[in-house]
Every structure is written in C-alpha cells, then in structure tokens.
C-alpha cells in the first residue's frame, strides 16, 4: 500500500468501505481554535455512524500540568474512550473534521501513538464528503461498546516520535503555526511571541490544496525546499499546542516521511523564562 493510502481516505473510498462487510468505526472530530466545542455542529449533520469526538476532553489531558495546552492523554483512558466510541479489535478507524484538518489529524496521531494500526484520516475533511454526494445523518449516535486494546499508556513515549524542550535542538524543528505567529507579530493565544530557536516556518495550511486535501509528494517537497528545511534531515515539528502539527505530520507521513512531534510545543517552550525566543523571519 502506498504511504499515503496509509494515512489517508478519499470520500468515494470511504464510502465503499462503509459499504463493505468490515465497516469502520468514524470519528467526528470537529475542533477549531475559536470554537472548540464542535458536538452541536455535529448534531446538525455528520457522516452516518460517526461519533463525535471532544479534542478538548478526549483527546487532551488538562489535569497535566507543565506540558503545554493540550497535554496527550494516557493511553489508559484513551482506550476507556476509545470503547466508548465502538471501536472494535482489528477493524479500521476513519476520522474527519471541518476545518484545516486540525481535529482529524490529532485523533490520527493519538491513536496511532497509542497503539492502533489501522487508521486514516478523510482527506479534504466534512467538505469532500458532502463535495462528492454523500449524505448526512441527524442526531447522536450511540454505538455497541467496542473491544480495543490500546498497547502503549505513556504516548509521550508510544508508537510515534516525540521530542522534549531539551531534544528539539537534534533534528530540524518545523514550526507549523501561521507566519505572523512564527515571526513574533503577533500572539494572540501563548504569553510570549516569536519561535523556537533555529525552526523554519511550515504552516500546517500549506500542506493542504484549497479544497482542502493534502497535497502531493511533489508539491510537498517543494514546500520544504521553499521554507529552507533540508529534505534529507530528520524532522520534528511543533505549532502552539501540538494539535495542527500534527497535520504537517500526516503530509510527511502521506508522503513517506517520518517526523517527530513536540507535544508541549510553544506553549510549552514559552512558559519557561530560561528558553530562548527568536523574533522575525
């Protein structure tokens, strides 16, 4: 299978796999920086059978302190939710979102980080579905408890890469979050503007084309060409809380490449006065 078939599904190819006798558990994870509560969007329409997913609650932990915004959460009680949710040993799992791929590509990392093997994200996200035909369902959707075992509890130390504050100086860091942001314009969320040290700024958007699905391994490559990152390095990537890294993580991993995640990231980093701030381009 190639990479990208790994990571991603079209909605024609989610469609007949709903179609198929081994139908996989969906996930609605519909999350956005100035609406993070996404279930009442869910409620209005959803991809039929969908679940929806909380990224604040579900896929975060904020009883953890020091790690940033949106600490990870155990695996522990990811495989509590994970249950609730209906997924079941073995089946596929598909999430989707309807803004940037953000929530998507969290859950994608969380449960792979956390053990599950078979999960892939709807490229192009809510829009595509509805893009290509597809219809909509109402209401909530309570499905059969599920049956996962998730095989790793501490996803800071799981199945996908991660740095810390002290390791993010061994690879080539990305930094996914808007220009503005990166260059210390402007800091609307964090307590302290500008970047981490030494990282070349990837905006999580410009892995996607304007409809929304990630763009190629060509394109890619030009991108990171274009942004001064040294295709031959190792990778890690940070944004403000480790949620739309994750999206440059999943364009890399379409694409074949591996790159490590910074959790904590800018919040993180920035919470420490000791921790060098670089401002500009």
Not at 4 to 16: H, M, S
Not at 90 to 100: E, H, L, Q, T
Not at 129 to 140: K, Y
Not at 163 to 186: H, M, N, Q
Request: proline share 7%.
């Amino acid at each position: 299978m190639h990479a990208r078939d790994r990571v991603l599904i079209t909605a024609d190819g989610l469609a007949d796999l709903l179609d198929s006798s081994g139908p996989p558990a969906i996930l609605d994870v519909r999350w956005r920086l100035d609406e993070p509560d996404g279930h009442a969007a869910y409620l209005r329409g959803h991809l039929p059978g969908a679940v929806y997913v909380s990224l604040e609650d579900e896929l975060s932990d904020h009883t953890v302190e020091g790690r940033g915004r949106h600490p990870l959460p155990s695996g522990r009680t990811l495989q509590q939710a994970a249950r609730r949710w209906g997924i079941r040993r073995g089946a596929p799992v598909v999430v989707y979102d309807d803004w940037n791929r953000a929530g998507s590509a969290r859950a994608w990392w969380v449960l792979t980080a956390a053990g599950l093997d078979s999960v892939r994200i709807l490229d192009g996200g809510l829009s595509a579905w509805l893009a290509a035909g597809h219809r909509l369902q109402a209401g909530p959707v309570h499905p059969h408890p599920g049956d996962v075992t998730l095989t790793q509890d501490d996803l800071y130390a799981g199945r996908r890469a991660t740095l810390t504050a002290k390791e993010s100086g061994d690879l080539t860091l990305i930094d996914a979050r808007a220009p503005e942001r990166f260059r210390g314009d402007v800091e609307p969320i964090d307590p302290v503007a500008g970047h981490i040290p030494g990282a070349k700024n990837v905006p999580s958007g410009a892995v996607l084309a304007p409809d929304g699905t990630f763009i190629g391994e060509g394109a890619l490559a030009r991108l990171l060409s274009d942004s001064g990152v040294d295709a031959a390095a190792g990778l890690g990537v940070y944004c403000g809380s480790g949620v739309t890294a994750a999206v440059a993580i999943a364009a890399l991993a379409a694409a074949g490449r591996d790159a490590a995640l910074y959790p904590g990231s800018w919040s993180e980093w920035c919470s420490d006065p000791n921790r060098a701030v670089e401002r500009g381009p």
